[in-house]
Each structure stands twice: as C-alpha cells, then as structure tokens.
C-alpha cells in the first residue's frame, strides 16, 4: 500500500492578529492510501473545504508539509496534473454554458472519458445549453459531479457532491462511483456531512471537527467501535463506571449511554446486566463525538 | 487487490498553457462574435449620423465636419470592451483553472498569451477596416471610423496594424493587472489601487503643471511621432502583465 | 445481536445463508467483488474482506482468471458451524431464562414439541 496524500502538522490560519486569527485547519497528520474512497467528515465549517484546498494548493498551508504522490502540491504541475477538485462552490465564467465546461474539462485530464461524460448528462439530465448562472443548485452539483467521474484524475475531490441533488440523482451518483470505482480504481476522496449515505461506500474516515482532525481509522473499525448501552439508569451507570463513553442521554428511570471499543465479553457482560445494545451508525458517532469532548472512539478495540 | 491505476502521459508544458488559452475562448461569442457585432453597428449608426450631417452642412462646412471627425471616439468602445474582457477572463477563469489541475504560473502565461493573440487579432480586423476606409473615401462620405487621430489617422498598413496592435494590448493588461489586484485582495485592494493610482495620477499632473513641463510632454510625444508613442505603451503592459503573475502567484480561489 | 459489525462479516454471513439455503450451490459461482459491490452498494473493498473471510475458511475457492466457487462440502460444513453457533446463541440464553422462571429441561422440550405441532 502507498500513500497518495501525506500530510504532518499542518496548521492553517487566517489572520495576522492573534486575537481575530481564524484556525482553518489545525496540526492536521493523516496519510490517504491509493485506491480507496476516503471520508471526510465534520460539520459544516469544521475546515474540509480548506483542507482540500490546502492539499491541491489553492491554498498556502500556514505551517507544516504536505506531500501528494510524494510531493509538495503547490504550483507542482506535475501533482496537479492528477488532481480533480471542483468545489461545492465553484465559480465558472459568466458566460459559461454546460457545454463549454464539458468541452474545456478534456484538456485537463489525460484520462477524461467522453463517451462516460456523455452517458453521465444524460443519466443526470443535465441541461447541456444552459448556462452555468442560470442552473439550479442541483444541477450545478451535477456537473461537479459528471466532471469529477469522468476526469477519472487518479486523486478526485468530491466536496459536498449532493447538494441540491434529490434522492435519485444522490443514488445514481453513489452507484456509479462505486460501479466505475470498481472498473477504474482510483483514490477518492468524498467530504460530506450527510454520513449515514455512504458510510457504506467508504473504506476510510477522517473526521474533522473545528480544524482539527478527529477520527483517522478504517470504516469498519469503526463501524463495531461504539456501541450504545440502554438500559435502568442504575445499571447504566454500573456498566459504564469503568468504560469509556461518548455521550450519554437519559429519560426518567432509563438511561443510554454510547460506549467506545466494546468488545464481545462486554457485549456479553451488558446483555448479563440486563441492558440492551443498539448499534451506532457511523453517523451518530460522528455527532457524538463532535458535540462532547474529543475521544478517541476506537481506543480499546481489540485487535 | 494489487491494482494499478492507468497512469496516462504527463501533457507537454505548452499544451498545459495552450488549454487555458482554449479556456478563456471556450465561449467565442463573448471573445469574438459580440464584439466584433457591437463594432459593426457602431459603425452604421455612425455612417447614418454622417449622412445627416453632411446632407445638412453643405459644401462650405463639409472639411470641416470631416476634420471634426476624425477626433471621433466611436471606435474606442472596443477598446474598453477588451478591458472588460481582460477582468472577467482573470477574474473567472482563475478559480476554474485552479479546479481543473493548472498552476498559477501556467494560468497567468496562458491569460497573457490569449490577450496578445486578442489583440493581433483585433488589429488586424481593424486594420483591414482603415484600408477599406481609405480605399471607398471613407466608405463613400470621406468619413472617418478607423483611421481617427489616436490611431495615426493615414499610415501604411503595417505602421496601422502596430498603432492597434499596442493600443490593444495596453487595454488588455490595464484590465489583467486590476483584476489580479482583485482576485489577490478582493475589493478593498482594489479600492486602495484605484486610490494609489489616483494620487499618482493627481501627483504626476501637479508636479508637471508647478514645473511648467507640459511643453515638454507634448513635445516629446510629437517628437516620438504616434507609431513612438504608442509603443511606449509597450512599457507599461509589461509591467502590467508581470505584476499580474505576481499578485496571482500568491492568490487562492477563496471567496 | 446487533448490526454494528462490520459490514464485511455481515456480507460473508449473508453468502453464507444463500449456500445453506441452497440459492448459491456447491460448484457454482459467487457474484464477484465488484458485483456484490455494486448490488450492496458497499465498498468494492469491503466486499473483497467479506469475500476473502470464506476463502481463508475453505468455503469458497478461486478459479483463477475466472473468478469464486463454492467449494465442495461447504454446505455441510457451514450448517455444522450454524448447529454450533445455535446452540450458544439461543439454547444457552434459553436454558438460563427457563431456568430463572423455574422451567425444568423436561417441561422445556414439551413446550417446544406443542409450539412446533401448532
């Protein structure tokens, strides 16, 4: 396995006052190995957008290194040359109809598929003789996405790809990935807030959470490192005494706690206690961990 | 679970300039349609206003009319038109550019390059017009459109075709270096340039005018002739284009 | 149970029902990865790790060049296993819940003998 990303201490601020200093980004470390589809997780504003924009170099990192097959990113043509991030928020000349991003796009991506790009407006029906301006979000989240896929660039950002997109055109777009993922493997790099809609689709998840990377651990590491115990709020809190937990509700006499790295003999131990296990989405562990205190779910997992 | 991904050949340093080129011109009609179109009915309007001139002033006046407009600024609006174009080809483009995998540097070789196949373009459209001119009598009512005094009035076609060629090309990084202001610190430094400029511009005229040095201005342009003069012009584009890839070198796609 | 497994065990246990259920025969051939992939909507790598979970076990093998079969007494060694997941999965909570409301082994199976003949 390589990595295609690495990045060590990476801190981005915006500012020059202490004071007013806007942390963007902060003593990020995590490497993104080839091939897989990659989360990256958090809230709106928690800092992915410039973190993408840091690690294609459209933006300056304040302090730390980033290396992207092997290099640094900034003005390095030949890094930039397998990179494809159109932003949620891209802005395309004014006189720019669909067309002409199609048209344009296959000079900056050596292994573009036109015939893809064509079946990929269809699919989405996008209208190709609009313009830009005039497209709704939907449809402007469409032609990210249609250039993202068929730019087949061997590192792909897609940022926020579903906005505006309704559950079918979101459906089409998650299958396709993954169908054209399959045939042309690629590493893919997916930041989004909706995470129970492909949590399922990624093999790797970074959280970040107001600049700061939170969670970098494997999807299904995750997927069994949490776990919530609900039960008598005694026996709750008999249970949890000793365990690491994430976040805890209460209603009257019943209590709920979600607990990180249970493993089978807790399983066991709960279940004897009378306590009942439900499990946590990888969605929900990401809202709890970003709305407490930062743990480490995956801390205490067997392995 | 080994697979590789299809690495494709790296694209050649000039086709890496050459696609912005294509992208700054993907929409033709903004780059070469309307303006030329926006030309053409300048020039009837004007070609109509002179023949309601010259039917209304009579022999006595009609040198003098035809002296008159000579000094017309019909054809200047082109002029800004490639200002503007320069702003929203820098403008709009950049973070496009950026998306698509381009470096700053390549972005900035490749807006240069566009704007100085621009504006042979134009010249050679507009010189082909003063020949026309020249060569119906002024498209037949001893006229004036193309041939005005700021682009030399007569000159042999080559002598034109700089005169517009400089004109142009000054328009066109006027336009780069104040969108890169723009693009680099948004609109406040924009509105410190314009400031900055200003005060300069203010300056200059002041000390020429405490200095009693406007004689010398005039005559050092009458001494360069039009064909020196505009090709001092060349200086300041320069400079132009340069600050722009610097401002740009550093510029993000935010906001 | 709970479905915060990883999802690779729950495809390698969902290969598992079809071959003890017999919708996928002893011989024949499993989806590939990136089929199952595409039908799950998972990770075409998370497919691959439930996959490789029932090669290691011996109960598919590779045809190399033409992708997974089930192996040869997969199914009778799979439902062995199921037997002995069964027993400690259900019987044993079972027992221990009869027992706590005072249901003798004997009265059990009576139970279960009038609830199977219903």
Redesign the interface.
Same mark, same amino acid.
């Given at each position: 396995m390589t990595a295609v990303v690495e990045v060590a201490g990476l801190s981005k601020h915006y500012g020059g006052e202490r004071g007013s200093r806007v942390h963007a980004v902060t003593d990020a470390g995590f490497a993104l190995e080839e091939n897989r589809i990659h989360g990256l997780l958090g809230r709106n504003g928690a800092g992915k957008t410039t973190l993408m924009q840091l690690l294609t170099g459209q933006e300056f990192a304040s302090s730390g290194e980033i290396r992207v097959f092997g290099q640094n990113p900034v003005e390095n043509a030949k890094v930039l040359d397998r990179v494809c991030f159109i932003k949620e928020s891209q802005r395309y000349p004014d006189d720019f109809r669909v067309k002409h991003v199609l048209a344009t796009a296959p000079r900056f991506f050596a292994d573009w598929d036109e015939d893809f790009a064509d079946e990929l407006v269809e699919r989405f029906r996008v209208p190709v003789g609009r313009r830009m301006k005039k497209l709704s979000r939907g449809q402007l989240s469409a032609v990210g996405v249609i250039v993202g896929l068929a730019s087949r660039a061997p590192l792909t950002f897609f940022d926020e790809p579903y906005l505006g997109l309704d559950a079918v055109a979101r459906r089409l777009f998650y299958d396709t990935l993954l169908a054209d993922f399959a045939e042309h493997p690629r590493t893919v790099v997916l930041s989004t807030h909706l995470i129970d809609e492909v949590s399922n689709l990624l093999e790797h998840v970074l959280v970040i959470d107001e600049g700061r990377i939170i969670i970098d651990a494997d999807a299904d590491e995750l997927r069994g490192s949490a776990v919530d115990v609900v039960g008598p709020r005694g026996a709750v809190e008999a249970f949890t005494s000793d365990r690491e937990v994430l976040h805890r509700t209460g209603l009257g006499g019943l209590a709920s706690a979600t607990v990180a790295g249970l493993d089978e003999a807790g399983r066991t131990a709960a279940r004897d206690a009378g306590l009942e296990l439900a499990a946590v989405s990888l969605q929900q562990l990401v809202i709890r961990t970003t709305i407490g205190e930062s743990v480490d779910p995956t801390k205490g997992t067997p392995e | 679970?080994t697979?590789m991904?299809?690495?494709?050949?790296? =694209?050649s340093?000039p086709?890496?300039v050459w696609?912005i080129v =294509?992208?700054?011109t993907?929409?033709p009609?903004?780059t070469v349609v309307l303006p030329w179109a926006i030309l053409g009915t300048i020039f009837l309007l004007n070609w109509l206003i002179w023949l309601l001139i010259f039917a209304n002033v009579g022999a006595e006046g009609m040198t003098d009319a035809q002296e008159g407009i000579q000094w017309s600024g019909a054809a200047f609006y082109i002029f800004v038109y490639m200002l503007v174009l320069a702003v929203?080809?820098i403008n709009?483009?950049f973070?496009?550019a950026?998306?698509?995998?381009?470096? =700053?540097?390549?972005f900035s070789l490749g807006a240069g390059l566009t704007f100085v196949l621009l504006a042979a373009m134009y010249a050679v459209g507009m010189t082909v017009g003063a020949a026309l001119e020249n060569a119906t009598g002024g498209w037949g009512l001893g006229g004036t459109f193309f041939r005005t005094i700021y682009f030399g009035g007569d000159q042999p076609w080559y002598l034109q075709l700089w005169i517009y060629f400089c004109w142009f090309l000054f328009f066109f990084f006027t336009g780069t270096i104040f969108a890169s202001v723009y693009v680099r610190w948004k609109a406040l430094g924009l509105i410190a340039t314009f400031a900055v400029v200003g005060l300069a511009a203010v300056g200059v005229i002041a000390l020429l005018t405490l200095s009693e040095s406007w004689n010398m201005v005039w005559e050092t342009i009458a001494h360069l002739g039009v064909v020196g003069s505009v090709s001092v012009l060349l200086i300041p584009s320069a400079v132009s284009a340069l600050l722009g890839y610097l401002l740009l070198?550093?510029a993000?796609? =935010?906001g | 149970m709970d479905d915060s497994r990883p999802i690779f065990l729950q495809i390698a246990e969902q290969l598992e029902n079809d071959i003890i259920s017999g919708a996928l025969p002893e011989e024949t051939q499993v989806p590939s990865t990136n089929e199952l992939a595409a039908y799950l909507r998972i990770n075409p790598a998370t497919a691959g790790k439930g996959v490789n979970l029932l090669v290691d076990q011996g109960i598919l093998y590779k045809k190399r060049g033409i992708g997974m079969f089930v192996a040869d007494g997969a199914r009778a060694r799979l439902v062995a296993q199921r037997r002995d997941q069964f027993r400690q999965q259900y019987l044993a909570p079972l027992l221990a819940e009869a027992e706590k409301l005072g249901i003798t082994p004997g009265q059990l199976a009576d139970m279960i003998r009038t609830e199977a003949h219903s």
């Open positions: - | 679970m697979t991904t299809a690495v494709s050949a790296p =694209r340093a086709s890496r696609r =294509r992208l700054i993907a929409n009609t903004t929203q080809a709009l483009s973070p496009l950026l998306g698509y995998g381009s470096t =700053r540097r390549e070198r550093r993000t796609t =935010r | -």
